[in-house]
């Protein structure tokens, strides 16, 4: 363990593959790895980019790292699946094109689907961030297909978040409706040779206007990811909105949230699976459920009685 | 409490509704509530309704009502939105359709809309629930919007589980991809005088025949749900999943998992919880968080430490 994160930050690549893989297993090594990556990340600048399927995330991202790779840095990209695994395809064929990157040493690209749960995904992700960041990304691009939940368990980990939408009819406002709104830093209106453009762009900047006294306002852009039109101002927008992070203080205030989440889940994960570990071991819980089954006991005088019956809590009431 | 605990299993509505505010505000008198009403429940058969906004879930709600009343069952109705509060109005609107039914005492319609988080609104529906059940309602139908994790929660909960799809150009696909396939029992493809439904009604079948050894396969129903048709054969199918469930013992096996969960989810609340009670008085916390961003501790050790330093559990390793 402790060669392969050495070798991960001298740049090795197949490294990276693998501790990506070790973190995506759920392996038992994973927390010494964490910790021994933790003192190398805080560098990378992370930014996710979501929306519905066929909105043309791929291409987007495909035209966004020629820009962004112009300038010199180094980029990872994690490509997000939370779709169920019964249906597939789409995805992998994206993933050939980005392939085109594959020659450049320091774009790296990762697709990362569901195994089990999405917050297992979500986990996942995060902490694959973090060995990106480790093995020295300047920026990490977090690309997923927007369902709801996962995509916003992500967001918590992307300083920029990226909402990209097309003009198909309608289907703008209902995306927004499913709490899109709140986790936009930046509106992509991709297709934007398709009619309806100016209605969606319209729609999109009414809804931002509703919503007084926000320290930033997402700009809202159009494009057309397969001719590259308005790729040049995504970056810039991605930029600014950095810029906007970095002077107000939010992004501090932001990462500190994220050390605060990250501490908190793992010692909630702590406590609880060492709980269990010491309750099955006094305890037979299958007589309980079925008990509770039968409505003989029920639920939340028995949750009180496991804790009392252990020696972890004093009895407080 | 006692008294309003009381009044409910007497069957008086607005005992229930001030109950149904009670665990929706999550109050602390909640558990007191569950805890009384616990060994009443049981008796209701639960029917999850999801689909995408503006796939008509609310009039289809509002035929199947008739149908079932037909029957002279009773019913409680609960609709969920997990959409942002950011954006409203449809919900309500539908709501106000649904209370033509508002005169038959029989009928029991409750919106709940999301206060905090996703997690918190499919807790409340959970208990909502149980307070309908030991209500007296034989049937407990919970709509809600589909917008990923949230419908998936809210399922867990259901014994049937139906998908409302339409013919709109390839948005059944679609739907499909976000883990829908999964969790439907029965599919419904509303506004079938549309064109296109017999191609999505094809898509779906051909997305089910993918699907080998499966105990219970969805039935694919076309509806026009302003119209009333296809409504009677929705009901059938419900009460044919019903009869599956029964008699497979399935039904028993997911009560069952659900009764695990819960007090799984109820003992965990309360360890964690009784754990950071006791850890914020010990530690100052915001000291170790901003140690943590200043990359002088990682989470992962510090978890250990906070753990190591309370009474709560011995060193093990």
Redesign the interface.
């Known amino acids: 363990m402790q060669q392969l994160v050495e070798e991960l930050l001298k740049g090795n690549r197949r490294a990276a593959a693998r501790l990506i893989t070790l973190v995506e297993n759920d392996d038992r090594r994973k ?1 010494e790895l ?2 021994a990556i ?2 190398h ?2 560098h990378a600048y992370v930014v996710g980019i979501t929306g ?3 909105a043309g995330k791929s291409s987007l991202v495909d035209r966004l790292l020629q820009v962004i790779r112009a300038e010199g840095l180094s980029i990872g990209v994690i490509a997000v699946d ?3 695994p ?2 597939d395809g789409a995805i992998l064929g994206d993933r050939i094109r980005m392939q085109d990157h594959a020659l450049d040493r320091e774009i790296f690209i990762r697709s990362m689907a ?1 195994r089990g749960s ?1 917050g297992g995904l979500s986990r996942a992700t995060k902490e694959a961030i973090q060995v990106l960041d480790a093995f020295g990304k300047d920026l990490v691009l977090v690309e997923t ?1 927007g ?4 995509e916003v368990d992500i967001v918590k980990t992307a300083d920029t978040t990226i909402v990209v939408l097309t003009p198909a009819g309608g289907d703008s406002v ?1 995306t ?4 899109i ?2 986790i936009a830093d930046l509106f992509v209106v991709n297709k934007a040779d398709l009619p309806g453009v100016d209605r969606t762009v319209t729609e999109i900047n009414m ?1 931002l206007d ?2 007084n006294d926000v320290p930033w306002r997402p700009a809202v852009i159009p494009t057309v990811s397969i001719r590259g039109e308005g790729i040049e101002k995504i970056w810039s927008s991605i930029k600014e909105h950095r810029h906007h992070l970095e002077t107000s203080g939010r992004l ?1 205030e932001a ?2 949230r994220r ?2 989440r ?2 908190t889940e ?7 699976s ?2 269990w570990e010491e ?1 099955k071991e006094k305890f037979f ?1 299958g007589e ?3 008990k ?2 039968r ?1 003989e006991k ?7 009685e ?2 009392d019956s252990t020696n ?2 004093e009895r ?1 009431s």
């Not at 369902?147 to 996962?150: E, H, K």
């Not at 793992?266 to 609880?272: A, D, G, P, R, T």
């Not at 029920?298 to 009180?304: I, R, V």
């Open positions: 927390f964490l910790q933790y003192p990340t805080g519905a399927p066929g939370p779709t169920s019964f249906s569901t999405l297909v369902v709801g939940q996962s209902q927004l409706k499913a709490g709104m709140e809804m509703m919503k501090a990462r500190l050390v605060k990250e501490l793992q010692v909630e994960y702590l406590v609880k060492r709980f309750v819980l309980i459920f079925e509770i089954a409505r029920d639920p939340y005088s028995s949750a009180c496991l804790l972890f809590f407080k």
